[in-house]
């Protein structure tokens, strides 16, 4: 079992930068891959990032060479670092863990853990 926890979201301008944060409780920590999902207003949930257990790490189009997702398992954390935000960007920003990496990849119901969310807005 895995509890998740998110942090860091909040109220910024269009260009600036926020840094998530994401706790993880529960055992084996380190032998699960952890992503970062989001839902904007009226929309699905979306992909965002995912890191693997060896430290590998993928980007949906939109984001890449703006968010940097990372994480410390000694800490029992996951980061996503967002700058250079967009209004489209804006939207509820959501942890998930799963020991099968390729099920973090996209949005799907067999995701088995999932963090509360935390609202990020960036205004234009």
């Known amino acids: 079992q895995v509890q998740l926890v998110e942090s860091g979201g909040g109220l910024v301008q269009a260009g600036g930068s926020l840094r998530l944060s994401c706790a993880a409780s529960?055992?084996?920590?380190?032998?699960?891959?952890m992503a970062w999902f989001r839902q904007a207003p009226g929309k699905a949930r979306e992909w965002v990032a995912t890191?693997?257990?060896?430290?590998?790490?993928v980007y949906r189009d939109s984001v890449k060479g703006r968010f940097t997702i990372s994480r410390d398992n000694a800490k029992n954390m996951v980061y996503l670092e967002m700058n250079s935000l967009k209004p489209e960007d804006t939207a509820v920003y959501y942890c998930a863990a799963d020991q099968v990496f390729g099920r973090l990849l996209t949005y799907g119901p067999n995701i088995p853990y999932w963090g509360q969310g935390t609202q990020v807005t960036v205004s234009s």
């Open positions: 890191i693997a257990r060896g430290m590998s790490t």
């Open positions: 529960g055992r084996s920590f380190s032998s699960y891959a």
